[in-house]
């Protein structure tokens, strides 16, 4: 067992990955207030249960562990799924023509990703836009990491389907 951290070194690494923290929540809520909301709860639980932390998983992957379950008792609460954040796409200025297809590609990969099943966004938010690698993806989600490939396989299969290409499996290399 891991020796556990004092609250000051907790302190920092709090700050040093809240805007991974805040990133990740608005990627999951698509609304920069409930965002915040998300992360302040998170923050608070964290601090809270400071203690509990025990160095097995790096302390980011437990932030965001912790940033999932705010947000699931949130949608839990509400029953719904919220759209992906559109930040980049409001520009109303006129785009070329190569531009405007990459704003409608992305905004329809955003709503692909919005129509995925809970854990196969979940794992297609933390691989695809944190960057996680599997392991640390298998941490926060408390799933196998080929639990974690699967479901990644599976949303870029849809993905691809939702915006009209052929998925090619990446090679393992």
Known sequence: MARPIDRN???????EHLPAALRF?????GDAHTAEDVVQEALCLALRRWKSYRGEASFRTWM???VLNVDR?????QRKVGPLPEAELICNL????ELAAAGELHASVRAAIDRLPGRQR???????GEGLPAREVACVLEITEANVHTCLHLAR???A???????VRPDPA
Request: no cysteine; aromatic share 2%; net charge positive.
């Open 122 to 128: 979940e794992v297609a938010l933390l691989s695809l």
């Open 157 to 159: 299969k849809a993905i």
């Open 73 to 77: 008792d949130r949608r839990r609460r």
């Open 94 to 97: 006129p785009l070329p023509p």
């Open 64 to 66: 965001l562990q912790i």
């Open 161 to 167: 389907r939702s915006i009209g290409v052929d998925y």
């Open 9 to 15: 070194a907790v302190d920092r690494r709090v700050v």
């Open 25 to 29: 929540a608005l990627r999951l809520t």
